[in-house]
C-alpha cells in the first residue's frame, strides 16, 4: 500500500497518519488494538473513568501499543484514574475538555507522550503553552461532544497559531480519504476519526445502533444537552453532545425546562431503554460524517481505504496544478 508519512507518523512510529477516538462507551481495547494492528494509533475511550473497565480494556488490547483519552473535566473529579492508566504504559495519553495543564505535566514527567483535543484556537495555545506534543483541532461537525467552530477554518487557524510548537491533527467531520487529503492540505499531519471508527466492527455498539447510523443521513444530525441530562452528566458549556435525531429528542430538545422538572423519571426511562436497546430513546451517537458511511467494516479495512482514497485524491488534486 502507497503511504502517507507526516510529522505524525514518524513521531508515533506508526505507519498511516489516523488515530481512533477515544470514544466513551464505543472504545474499548478491542478497536484500539484493531487500530493499532493496521497501523494507526488506536486510543482506549476513558470517558467518564471506571477503573474496572480501563483495567478491562488494557488486558483486551494485549501487546499491542494503545494509547488512552479522558474527559478532562470528569478526570478532575477523580484523578487517580490517571495514575491507573500511567501504570499500563499507554503509547498517548488524550485530554479532551477542560483544563489539562496538571494532567499533561504528570504524564510527561512519566516521558508518556501527550494529546489534547481543543475547539477553539484560545485553548489550542493553552494547550501548546501546557506542554502537549499534538493538538486535535476538533470542529462542531465531530460526533459526541463539540464546540462551535466548524473544521474547515479552525483547522489551519489552528495550524498558524501553534503548528511550530505541535502537531496539529484534524478531527470532526472527517469519515474517509477525502477528508484526511483535505485535513493534509489545510496543514494537520494526520486525522483523528470518532464516527467511523464508531461503525467498525470492533466498536462496542449494538447491531441496531450499527444500522442506524449506517442507514443515516448528514442532513439530520442534532446537537443537544437532553441525553447529558438524563445521565447525570454536568457538561460546561459550550459543549452539546452531537448525535442522531429520534423520538425522544424530538419530544425534549428545546423543551429542557420541562425535563429537568422530571429529571428522575426520565433518568430511569433512558437507562431502561438502554437495557431494551430502545433507540427511539437512546441515542446513537455519531457526527455529521456519519452520511459517508454505508457499511460496517473491520477498522483495519477503514484504514487501509482511507489511505488509499487520500492518495488518489491528493494526487488528483495535484494533477490540476499546471
Ligand atoms: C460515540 C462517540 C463518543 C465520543 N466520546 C468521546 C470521549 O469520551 N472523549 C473525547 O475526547 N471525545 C469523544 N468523542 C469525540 C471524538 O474525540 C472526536 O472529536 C470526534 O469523534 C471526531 O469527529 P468525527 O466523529 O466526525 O470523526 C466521541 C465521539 C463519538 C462519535
Redesign the pocket.
Known amino acids: 500500500m502507497t503511504a502517507i508519512h507526516t510529522r505524525l507518523t514518524k513521531f508515533l512510529g506508526i505507519d498511516h497518519p489516523i488515530i481512533s477516538?477515544?470514544?466513551?462507551?464505543?472504545?474499548s481495547g478491542r478497536l484500539a488494538a484493531a487500530v493499532s494492528a493496521a497501523g494507526g494509533l488506536g486510543l482506549i475511550?476513558?470517558?467518564?473513568g471506571d477503573a474496572a473497565w480501563l483495567e478491562e480494556s488494557f488486558d483486551e488490547a494485549g501487546n499491542q501499543p494503545v494509547g488512552c483519552?479522558?474527559?478532562t473535566w470528569s478526570l478532575a473529579e477523580n484523578p487517580s484514574l490517571l495514575d491507573l492508566v500511567l501504570e499500563r504504559r499507554p503509547q498517548a495519553m488524550?485530554?479532551?475538555?477542560g483544563d489539562a495543564s496538571s494532567f499533561v505535566e504528570k504524564t510527561k514527567s512519566q516521558d508518556i507522550k501527550v494529546i489534547c483535543?481543543v475547539q477553539s484556537v484560545a485553548q489550542a495555545r493553552d494547550a501548546a503553552d501546557w506542554g502537549a506534543d499534538i493538538i486535535?483541532a476538533?470542529?462542531s461537525?465531530?460526533?459526541?461532544?463539540?464546540a462551535i467552530r466548524a473544521t474547515l477554518p479552525l483547522v489551519p487557524a489552528v495550524v498558524d497559531a501553534v503548528g511550530d510548537r505541535a502537531i496539529v491533527v484534524a478531527?470532526?467531520?472527517?469519515?474517509d480519504g477525502r477528508g484526511l487529503a483535505a485535513a493534509l492540505t489545510l496543514g494537520a499531519e494526520g486525522?483523528?476519526?470518532?464516527?467511523?471508527?464508531?461503525c467498525s466492527e470492533e466498536a462496542m455498539?449494538e447491531g441496531e445502533a450499527h444500522d442506524l447510523a449506517v442507514a443515516a443521513n448528514g442532513d439530520s444530525t442534532v446537537k443537544s444537552s437532553v441525553v447529558d441530562h438524563v445521565r447525570g452528566k454536568t457538561w460546561p458549556s459550550p459543549y452539546k453532545l452531537?448525535t442522531l435525531p429520534n423520538a425522544y429528542l424530538d419530544k425534549w430538545h428545546g423543551n429542557e425546562d420541562a425535563l429537568l422538572a422530571q429529571i428522575e423519571q426520565e433518568t430511569q426511562a433512558y437507562d431502561q431503554a438502554g437495557a431494551d436497546s430502545d433507540y427511539n430513546t437512546r441515542a446513537v451517537?455519531?457526527?455529521?460524517?456519519?452520511g459517508l458511511i454505508n457499511t460496517t467494516e473491520p477498522a483495519a479495512t477503514m484504514i487501509e481505504n482511507c489511505i488509499a482514497e487520500a492518495v488518489g485524491s491528493l494526487r488528483g488534486s495535484f494533477a490540476l496544478v499546471k
Open positions: 477516538a477515544p470514544m466513551a462507551f464505543a472504545a475511550g476513558g470517558g467518564y483519552g479522558f474527559i488524550m485530554f479532551s475538555f483535543q486535535i476538533q470542529g461537525e465531530a460526533g459526541g461532544h463539540g478531527a470532526g467531520g472527517i469519515a486525522v483523528l476519526m470518532g464516527t467511523r471508527f464508531y455498539v452531537h451517537i455519531v457526527g455529521e460524517g456519519v
